[in-house]
């Protein structure tokens, strides 16, 4: 298996996808054991072996007679399989052909990777990017898990029918994304410049809850807002960071608003974006009439703000048909 590409999922996203996985392990038992010397045994007609399991435990391949426990040697020219066990008999054990099943699982992911690679190569990057927490995008992994459950059933049992199942619903995700009806977490669209707002610390239940406008800071930037003063709507102040000094807003680039009391309104942010805080919970009393916006802010509660500038979006041609054009 080529180790140079990743594998987008893991054994446990697998076992999320399918928790009976295991009972697909690829191994095929040996039966027809015959004894034609002391600790000495032959099966025939086994196919082809290159891996041998005595109860479980992996034995070792040899090229000439076995005689040491648990060595076996595959010949090719009568199909047969030879074994040396110094206790008991192959006929008392489960004996077993096939790959180590965490070994089978690995590469069957990295194939299932590559699968996934393949199918959305015309329209997506040859090769998944991670996010800042160091994770592909869930639908990718989500994607190739199923991916690769499909190749473990269906090489047991093809009309199995979870199996047909998974596919169908992978196959559905892998076409809404070739057609650009599914956008993944890197890919710039139409509304990248209007900016995301993630929580990276925050406790109080006065957030920023909505952007306005477009920015037009520059190509990119994690533009930073932070509480300054504690409080509510009309108390509560906050500050912007945006690029600048060779560090993004979130380092604390370059500080453009300062200590700006809350209003809930639309306000300054950067770039010709504005921000609106508001309340993240419902607030109020029960049946009251009256200070009903009580959200508070709390101090150096924290959120970025992804933004790309006008003009780097990047609106692909995906799902667009061509068309013939004649003239009449």
Not at 47 to 58: R, S, T
Not at 89 to 95: E, K, N, R
Not at 182 to 195: R, T, V
Request: hydrophobic letters at 35%; aromatic letters at 10%; glycine letters at 8%.
């Amino acid at each position: 298996m080529a180790t140079n590409k990743p594998a987008y999922a893991t054994e446990s996203d697998l076992r999320d996808i399918y928790p009976n996985i295991d009972k697909y392990d690829a191994k095929k038992p040996i039966y027809g054991w015959e004894n034609p010397s002391t600790n000495f045994y032959k099966s025939y007609n086994t196919g082809l072996i290159n891996v041998l399991f005595f109860d479980g435990i992996e034995g070792t391949a040899v090229s000439d007679d076995p005689n040491a426990n648990y060595e076996f040697r595959y010949s090719e020219g009568n199909d047969s399989v030879e074994v040396f066990i110094n206790t008991g008999s192959p006929a008392d054990m489960l004996m077993e052909s096939g790959e180590d099943w965490a070994t089978h699982k690995t590469d069957l992911l990295y194939k299932a990777s590559r699968y996934f690679d393949s199918y959305v190569d015309a329209s997506l990057p040859a090769q998944m990017s991670k996010n800042d927490e160091g994770e592909y995008p869930y639908l990718v992994i989500r994607t190739t898990a199923q991916i690769c459950a499909y190749f473990l059933i269906s090489a047991h049992d093809p009309e199995n029918e979870d199996a047909l199942r998974i596919k169908e619903e992978y196959e559905e995700i892998l076409d809404k994304l070739v057609n650009g009806q599914i956008k993944l977490d890197f890919e710039k669209s139409a509304d990248s410049s209007k900016g995301i707002i993630r929580e990276l610390s925050a406790s109080g239940t006065l957030k920023p809850v909505d952007l306005r406008g477009s920015y037009r800071g520059g190509v990119y930037d994690k533009i930073r807002i932070e509480i300054d003063l504690a409080g509510v709507i009309g108390t509560a102040k906050y500050s912007v960071w945006v690029k600048g000094n060779d560090k993004l807003g979130i380092n604390k680039g370059s500080q453009v608003v300062t200590d700006e009391i809350i209003t809930g309104e639309y306000q300054s942010l950067s770039g010709g974006l504005q921000v609106r805080f508001g309340a993240s919970t419902p607030t109020g009393t029960s049946g009251a009439t009256d200070n009903l916006m009580t959200a508070s802010a709390t101090l150096h509660d924290v959120w970025e703000v992804e933004v790309w500038g006008v003009g780097e979006e990047l609106d692909d041609a995906r799902g667009i048909k061509s068309a013939n054009l004649t003239r009449s």
